[in-house]
Nanobody, 121 residues
Framework: QVQLVESGGGLVQAGGSLRLSCAAS????????LGWYRQAPGKQRDMVTF???????NYADSVKGRFTISRDNAKNTVYLQMNSLKPEDTAVYYC???????????????WGQGTQVTVSS
């Protein structure tokens, strides 16, 4: 019904920047919150940031001041600009969206397939 496709991951040196994108497609009626989570090897998946339908962003303390989330509602796309990257930012980054489709009674949570971000020291 709904697909989330991420792009923009890769390898970068500490202090560098990357920009992730996540495009939603399918039978979408509306998208509420959009967010990014990450999971490092051997660790749980943690919330990095999310942005509400009213464009209010929230950030994990570990990324405040370095990461910026934004959304383009016309394109059903969410972006994550990551600056001043650190080796501890290395993880698989997953896009997350709360979507109401044409057939769902209530909004559901959808996940992307993940994109690897590796920050070398």
């Amino acid at each position: 019904q709904v697909q989330l496709v991420e792009s923009g991951g890769g390898l970068v040196q500490a202090g560098g920047s990357l920009r992730l994108s996540c495009a939603a497609s399918g039978s979408i009626r509306s998208i509420n919150a959009l967010g990014w989570y990450r999971q490092a090897p051997g660790k749980q998946r943690d919330m990095v940031t999310f942005i509400t339908s009213g464009n209010n962003p929230n950030y994990a303390d570990s990324v405040k001041g370095r990461f910026t989330i934004s959304r383009d509602n016309a394109k059903n796309t969410v972006y994550l600009q990551m600056n001043s990257l650190k080796p501890e930012d290395t993880a698989v980054y997953y896009c997350n969206a709360v979507v109401k489709t044409d057939t769902d009674y209530a909004p559901r949570v959808y996940w992307g397939q993940g994109t690897q971000v590796t920050v070398s020291s």
